[in-house]
Nanobody, 124 residues
Framework: QVQLVESGGGLVQAGGSLRLSCATSGRTFSSYVMGWFRQAPGKEREFVAAISWSGGSTYYADSVKGRFTISRDNAKNTVYLQMNSLNPEDTAVYYC?????????????????WGQGTQVTVSS
């Protein structure tokens, strides 16, 4: 079993930055592919970013490419999402997810473990 706890959300003005963290416990963190997803009110959950177990490969949704950076610290069992140049369209609940070997890193159903989410609100 893997437990995931997100933190770092909050209210920020457009153009600002936030860094989300996802702390994990349980089984070996370094074995897991980690992903960030988000869900805005009235919308479906969407993929944001993912990172391989080693951190050597990263993947981003087109909507955040160049603005968001996913990273991980396997020594701290934590994955991060640095979000820059935020805009109101980024407002959502952000979730981190973990899976040993997702066939499709951008598909939420591929991930076995999920955090409870952290709210990010970007004001215009």
């Amino acid at each position: 079993q893997v437990q995931l706890v997100e933190s770092g959300g909050g209210l920020v003005q457009a153009g600002g930055s936030l860094r989300l963290s996802c702390a994990t416990s349980g089984r070996t963190f370094s074995s897991y592919v980690m992903g960030w997803f988000r869900q805005a009110p009235g919308k479906e959950r969407e993929f944001v970013a993912a990172i391989s177990w080693s951190g050597g490969s990263t993947y981003y949704a087109d909507s955040v490419k160049g603005r968001f950076t996913i990273s991980r610290d396997n020594a701290k069992n934590t994955v991060y999402l640095q979000m820059n140049s935020l805009n109101p369209e980024d407002t959502a609940v952000y979730y981190c997810a973990a899976d040993l070997d997702p066939s499709a890193y951008a598909e939420g159903y591929e991930y076995d473990y999920w955090g409870q989410g952290t709210q990010v609100t970007v004001s215009s």
